[in-house]
């Protein structure tokens, strides 16, 4: 049985999720030099891509709040993209299977956030439960 909901449907969310919990596990096998450098770094910027998602969705009855939370998790996400290839190039993450993986992972990550937004941009409207009923402020008479 499914008990998923919400933005636990999203396979954007899921991958994010996923991703941050394995540069966390990575961040902490790093020289111990760079665990509270580079490390602490990557693993706020990782976990920032799935939690700007989760506030985004939180925050959807309005577009532009919630592409505002998108376009940061997006941004989030190319930054832990840097962080990698520093690690990689400083020769900090020496496993470079690890390092080929995730970054695969989060090339595909970006083009799944990338095209997430412009459908949104595209296709969103209000969700029927967060829209305001019209007569709301209507003045009734006696």
Known sequence: MDTESGYKKL???????????????MSLNLPKFEIYEEGSQIRRSAKSVSS?????????????????????????????TEHLRYLFKTKS??????YEQLANEYKKLNGMLFNYIRFVEKNYDTPTFLKEPKNRFQILKP
């Open 11 to 25: 396979q954007v969310y899921i991958l994010s999720h996923e991703l941050g919990v394995k540069v966390h596990e």
């Open 93 to 98: 993450l020496t496993d470079e299977k690890l």
């Open 52 to 80: 700007n998602i989760v506030e985004g969705y939180s925050l959807r009855k309005y577009k532009n709040e919630y592409l505002h939370y998108l376009y940061r998790a997006h941004g989030s996400s190319e930054e832990t």
